[in-house]
């Protein structure tokens, strides 16, 4: 007995593919399939999150629609992966957020600009609409110690309930505790999310919206990706300045925190824009619907974080400095805060099956040489 249709649907995809074995050089999906023999609701999760949903293996298959074997692993790895999301969040009562995500996502963003924007405009409303130069002009309208509090703590949450999460996810889709410490295999799952090796559909390239494959879903993913991290790191670097050089913001364009910033938000405006087209172009034998709000939403407050960011840099130096940093600290703090609930736990938990992976594949080889 299966916890879900989707799962049990996947239990049924999942042991045509093990008679078959055609598909196996595609991906990471069958040769961790191959292992199994019985495919319980952790290990179906597991290989739902090892998916990257490059749709080789449906255009490959001899048993897909309309074969009445109706193989569509894409699509119902798609399901299970989705769900999964939904079963491993921490809080459980916060599981919900999943099924609404778009509706959720966007309230936390409206609310958060709104409370910024009421925030400057009535405890600040002097300075609000006045043009700030110079170090500390951000903290004319917010203190530092005050952003540092509120940020932090958002950071803090998102860590620990996403922290919560993977290790029930963990847990349930049967890896070793001990493996998390192990650094090849963390190295490998990193070099293996790093360039996206299984969203190639076996070398070919992923194919979206019909049979032709390429390269661009991967293109865009790692502007999305690479330009987070960027931002990530801008960051990190304009604490340490403040911290350790004891320089305040805004720094110059020139600056590394600038810099590394400025590439991230135009990948963030780049790699969003990118995936929103594909994932229209999508062929809908390979979409999961339910799950459709919850992408968009999380592309959306990427592209935006990206762009009020660049707005922000922009016009830092005129009267607009005030409503732009508002609008762009709100869109952060909804995104920090919605992290644990909405798609970019896709990165966490396929990062965690690939860590898994790369350890059952020395195991196989292992005891294959035993
Ligand atoms: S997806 Fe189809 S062709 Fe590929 S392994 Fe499964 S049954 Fe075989
Ligand atoms: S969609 Fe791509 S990544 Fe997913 S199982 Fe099929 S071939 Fe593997």
């Not at 629609?65 to 916060?94: C, G, I, K, M």
Request: charged share 15%.
């Amino acid at each position: 007995m299966h916890a879900t249709n989707a799962l049990a649907e996947a239990d049924r995809i999942m042991t045509v593919c093990n008679s078959c074995r055609y598909c196996e050089g595609l991906c990471a999906v069958f040769p961790a399939m191959e292992m199994r023999r019985t495919f319980p609701d952790g290990d179906l999760d597991y290989l739902a999150n090892l998916c990257h949903g490059c749709g080789a293996c449906y255009y490959d298959c001899q048993f897909s629609p309309p074969h009445e074997f109706n193989v569509d692993a894409p699509r119902t790895l798609a399901e299970v992966r989705a769900q999964s999301y939904a079963r491993y969040a921490w809080p459980a009562a916060f599981s919900s957020l999943f099924a609404r995500n778009g509706c959720a996502i966007s309230i936390a963003a409206a609310i958060g600009i709104l409370l910024f924007l009421a925030g400057f405009g009535l405890l600040e409303s002097d300075s609000f609409l006045t043009a700030h130069t110079g170090a500390g002009a951000f903290y004319a309208l917010m203190p530092h110690a005050a952003m540092v509090f509120v940020f932090g703590l958002a950071f803090l949450y998102a860590l620990a309930s996403l922290g919560a999460g993977l290790a029930k996810f963990w847990r349930a889709s049967g890896g070793v505790g001990r493996t998390f410490a192990t650094l090849r295999f963390l190295l490998q799952a990193a070099r293996d999310a790093g360039r996206l090796r299984y969203l190639d559909g076996g070398g070919a390239g992923c194919v979206n919206e019909n049979e032709r494959p390429g390269d661009r879903r991967a293109l865009f993913h790692h502007f999305t990706f690479y330009g987070f991290l960027l931002c990530f790191a801008a960051t990190c670097v304009a604490t340490l300045y403040h911290y350790v050089l004891g320089r305040e913001a805004p720094y110059a364009w020139y600056s590394l925190p600038v810099l590394l910033g400025t590439a991230g938000g135009l990948g963030l405006l780049i790699g969003p824009a990118g995936l929103f087209a594909a994932k229209l172009h999508r062929d809908p034998a390979l979409r999961e619907p339910e799950s459709r709000s919850m992408d968009l939403a999380f592309i959306a407050m990427l592209f935006l974080t990206g762009a009020s960011g660049l707005a922000l840099l922009l016009f830092r130096a005129t009267a607009a400095m005030g409503p732009l940093l508002a609008i762009h600290l709100g869109i952060v703090l909804a995104l920090f805060l919605t992290m644990p609930y909405g798609k970019f736990v896709h990165g966490i938990y396929r990062f965690a099956a690939l860590v898994h992976y790369a350890r059952e594949r020395v195991q196989s080889k292992e005891t294959a040489l035993s």
